[in-house]
C-alpha cells in the first residue's frame, strides 16, 4: 500500500535546518524557535489547512526567518512478511463520535 501526503513546513534562510518548536512568552512580546535538521522532527501543517490560512502562515514564517516548503512525501507501507498492508477502511466521522458517547454511557 501507498499513501502520499501533501504538507508544508517552514526552512530557515540561514542554515536550512526546520522550524521544531515554537511557543511564545507569556505577557510579553517575544518567542522562541526550536530547529532541528531532520523532516520528520519538523512542525508540520497539512497543506489544506495551509491553503486556508495562507497569510497567517506567511507572516509566521517571515518573523522566524524562514522560507515555506511544500513536502509531498509517499510512504511504501508493507507488513513484516513483506507483503502490502491492507488499505485502512472509511469511517464514519460520527460512528466514532457515538461508539465514544456510548462506551462513556457504560
Known sequence: MKQTKKFIALQNKENGHFVSEYKHNDK????KVGLCECMQDALTLDYDAYEAQEEEIAALA???GCHIVVVEAT??????DGSDAPEPKKRNGQSGLLDFLEALSK
Do not use: N, Q, V
Open 62 to 64: 517571515e518573523s522566524f
Open 28 to 31: 510579553r512580546l517575544a518567542y
Open 75 to 80: 510512504h511504501e507501507i508493507k507488513l513484516l
